[in-house]
């Protein structure tokens, strides 16, 4: 009776028999969502770790994707002026050999008039 009485004033006694302003109930209820935020907020921690590792990883990779692709594209314009190169070597020793064939020519000439 005095219980229902102190109840209804907004009082309660918890396990220990200390009078408490709060429902015992009311209580294990907030002690257990503070112990299940601390661990919300542990796996948040620890999840933004991962994901900060990752974004290091990525960030990495993407340097080194960039340097390869860096290094392609020198490769491949220097292929162009190799080729380039050899094109114009190729036109240089197609006039030599028309030149020389001119010369010889005109030496065959030169013999068949003797």
Do not use: W
Not at 40 to 51: H, S
Not at 60 to 72: D, P, S, V, Y
Request: with cysteine.
């Amino acid at each position: 009776m005095a219980k229902d009485i102190l109840g209804e004033a907004g009082l309660h006694f918890d396990e220990l028999n200390k009078l408490r302003v709060l429902d015992p109930e009311v209580t294990q209820q907030t002690i257990e969502l503070k112990e299940e935020c601390k661990e919300f907020v542990d796996k948040i921690g620890q999840f933004q770790k991962i994901v900060g590792g990752l974004i290091e990883l990525v960030d990495q990779l993407a340097k080194e994707a960039e340097n390869e692709k860096m290094k392609a594209i020198g490769a491949r314009n220097l292929l162009k002026s190799i080729a380039k190169q050899r094109e114009a070597q190729q036109q240089q020793l197609q006039a030599l050999i028309a030149e020389k064939k001119m010369q010889l020519e005109r030496n065959e000439l030169k013999i068949s008039l003797y």
